[in-house]
């Protein structure tokens, strides 16, 4: 399914059938009664054409040889739009529709139909399983490429997590309970063998309630949230606001929902709590200067502080800012002097901690391409680096979810403009050497954007466990995978071929630092070993001060030689470092000229994109015109044959007088007599 990103980080087509829904566009593309009264205007018409370019394609269908003006006006406005793309079509429909009724969103119906989208075909598809008032797939069984069949077994039940018998495959195990809605863009966080899931989006429409799933026994429920807390007076009662792209981060016994897409967006990023003690949610006040209020960012929990980076604003501005949470004192501090080439600005990327120090941001996705790059920030020293990787890296890939088990970092699903990603991957986070951990085939929610990634313990193995996703339909499923020793056995492989890769992020990030203490030291210490080598050689066979002059003279002449030698490498490693700060300035400079030239080239689109509509606007008008015209031309003429025939009426009368008309005579007979 194409996966194009549209505004608050939506993908086109969901938030273009909930538009759709709510201009009066019905059921499926084909559908007889997918179009309603709603052509009173140029508008209305320019929406019908949009409409059935985005759902059905190019006009194919002959023009209406009746006469009626609707008919051939919404025809016009369908085939006036040649071979637009249906994406094109979607993004001018909501465009459109926002222009003219700005408040639509908040009025939009709680449940759209949509027709099912084939991931790998692009085709509409109506098999689906209904279940809990949700339509999702039914698959009962994953197809691994590298793993044959895994199969669920309904016969077979055993408690919680202990249902997962097989390493390194996704499988879905037998869940229990009332489903969450289907959704993605939500929030999950695991605390004391417990799964909660917060929020997210279904249809285009931000949720808020708090489900839970005990991976103890794999029972879905859902929590009652209070509305007043009953203790933490320093804590102030707030409805929680429905929302999605928000991270949900575990907390001491709280669940902290940070940041998210909300329908009436703040100015900053708020912090809310959930106490699972007293079930009630609260806004935590924060100090210092908070971020710009933003969804699809990554927030991150290294030991106490929260680091956030990047993320989409309210205004579909892409940033890549650097902010730390202090969860102890609440305070806000932005980074803004890290040393290094930060990642280009983005959203809906994966991010992990290692060692406490080392932030890792992989992928995510601009407003018309994804990424694959990995970048590293060291959180000592605050210095941004580009490491080389190693192994089977990823493909790019945005809106893919991400944990870490011990040094390895596992990274599920995404999309990249086209489709799903199949494939799930690790990286050993010491080594930056990644591997394929399985591949899934078909359209599975494991291939989808927006899913989420935990990691739970049961006898003592970790066990990832994956839920929702959209990937052209929203999932309400559980799958879970058991990791085998297959990637760590893989990451020791290429850890023998690579020296010194144990500290490959230590040396990743301090290179240019070690290139200048290397070379001193190094000089320093060969001057000082050849010194030494050389009176152990020629001590031995110095019998007279004669010699031992004439040895002293030698080694001094060495020594001089070697200084300047030293002092030659000295002017070497300063020039290199001066040509290496002009070029990390020049860097600097193309990369703003390179989004100055982004911004013009965006301004541009958006003035061309307004004139295409104003030409639409003006083609509908002019045909709207047409139309016009010829309904005056009719009743024109339609007046002048009244205004004769009253007049023919008016001359006949008066022929005949009032005696014709009291002797009953018609005029015409009279007439006939008179002529005989």
């Not at 320019?46 to 059905?56: D, K, R, S």
């Not at 691994?144 to 249902?163: A, C, H, P, R, Y």
């Not at 002097?337 to 930060?342: D, F, L, Q, S, Y």
């Amino acid at each position: 399914m194409p996966m194009a990103r549209a505004s608050s980080g939506l993908a086109y087509p969901e938030r273009f059938y909930a538009a759709a829904a709510y201009a009066g566009f019905g059921g499926s593309p084909n559908s007889s009664k997918a179009v309603i009264s709603k052509f009173q205007n140029d508008v209305a018409l320019l929406l019908y054409g949009l409409y059935q370019q985005a759902t059905v394609g190019p006009c194919s269908v002959p023009k209406p040889r009746a006469w009626n003006p609707l008919e051939q006006s919404k025809w016009t406005s369908w085939h006036g739009l040649g071979n637009m793309a249906s994406t094109e079509a979607m993004r001018l429909f909501v465009k459109i529709l926002e222009e003219e009724e700005p408040g639509w969103y908040s009025t939009v119906p709680e449940f759209v139909v949509e027709p099912v989208v084939d991931v790998e075909m692009n085709n509409p598809k109506s098999e689906s399983v209904t279940q809990n008032g949700n339509s999702f797939p039914e698959p009962k069984t994953i197809s691994i490429e590298n793993g044959g069949m895994e199969t669920q077994d309904k016969d077979v039940v055993l408690e919680g997590l202990g249902s997962v018998g097989v390493y390194g495959q996704w499988v879905q195990p037998s869940i229990s309970g009332q489903r969450p809605k289907a959704r993605y863009e939500h929030g999950a966080a695991v605390v004391q063998d417990k799964m909660y899931i917060f929020g997210g989006n279904h249809n285009g429409r931000y949720l808020n309630d708090l489900q839970v799933l005990d991976l103890r026994n794999l029972t879905w429920s859902r929590i009652e949230v209070k509305a007043r807390p009953e203790s933490l007076e320093s804590l102030s009662p707030v409805p929680m606001a429905p929302c999605a792209g928000h991270s949900l981060i575990p907390w001491e016994n709280k669940l902290i929902s940070i940041a998210g897409h909300t329908k009436d967006p703040s100015e900053t990023v708020t912090v809310k709590a959930f106490d699972l003690q007293t079930c009630h949610w609260s806004t935590l006040k924060t100090y210092g200067k908070p971020p710009v209020s933003r969804g699809g960012q990554s927030v991150t929990l290294a030991g106490s502080t929260l680091v956030m980076f990047g993320g989409e604003d309210a205004n579909r501005a892409l940033l890549n800012d650097f902010h730390i949470l202090d969860l102890e004192t609440m305070t806000w501090d932005e980074i803004e002097a890290a040393i290094g080439v930060p990642p280009s600005p983005r959203s809906d990327h994966a991010a992990a901690v290692h060692a406490e120090r080392y932030l890792l941001i992989f992928g995510g996705g601009s407003h018309a391409t994804c990424f694959n790059d990995l970048h590293v920030l060291d959180l000592q020293n605050m210095e941004w680096s580009k490491p080389m990787q190693q192994g089977d890296i990823p493909s790019p890939r945005a809106g893919h979810a991400g944990v870490t088990v011990g040094e390895n970092w596992f990274i599920a699903g995404g999309g990249n403009n086209k489709s799903g990603v199949s494939e799930t991957v690790v990286l050993n986070m010491s080594t930056l050497v990644w591997s394929v951990v399985t591949t899934v085939q078909g359209r599975v929610p494991l291939a989808s954007e927006g899913l989420s990634l935990v990691v739970s313990s049961y006898n003592g193995e970790d066990i990832l466990v994956s839920f929702g996703g959209y990937n052209g339909r929203y999932s309400n499923e559980v799958y879970v995978l058991k990791p085998s020793h297959k990637s760590t056995l893989q990451s020791k492989i290429m850890e023998m071929a690579v020296p010194d890769s144990g500290t490959a992020l230590h040396n990743t990030t301090n290179a240019t630092r070690d290139i200048e203490s290397e070379v001193e030291a190094g000089q320093e210490g060969k001057l000082r070993e050849i010194i030494m080598d050389n009176i152990d050689s020629e001590s031995l066979n110095v019998k007279s001060e004669e010699n031992k002059e004439r040895l002293l003279t030698a080694l001094k002449a060495e020594k001089e030689e070697l200084e300047g030698s030293l002092t030659k490498e000295k002017l070497m490693s300063l020039k290199l470092k001066q040509e290496l700060a002009e070029a990390e300035t020049q860097n600097t400079d193309l990369t703003k000229e390179l989004q100055s030239i982004r911004g013009q080239l965006a301004a541009e689109q958006s003035r061309c994109f307004k004139l295409e509509v104003d030409v639409a606007e003006l083609r509908q008008k002019l045909q709207t015109m047409e139309t016009l015209q010829k309904e005056l031309e009719l009743l024109q003429r339609q007046k002048a044959a009244s205004e004769q025939a009253a007049l023919d009426a008016k001359q006949k009368q008066r022929s005949g007088g009032v005696w014709g008309w009291l002797a009953g005579t018609p005029t015409s007979q009279k007439t006939d007599e008179a002529s005989e």
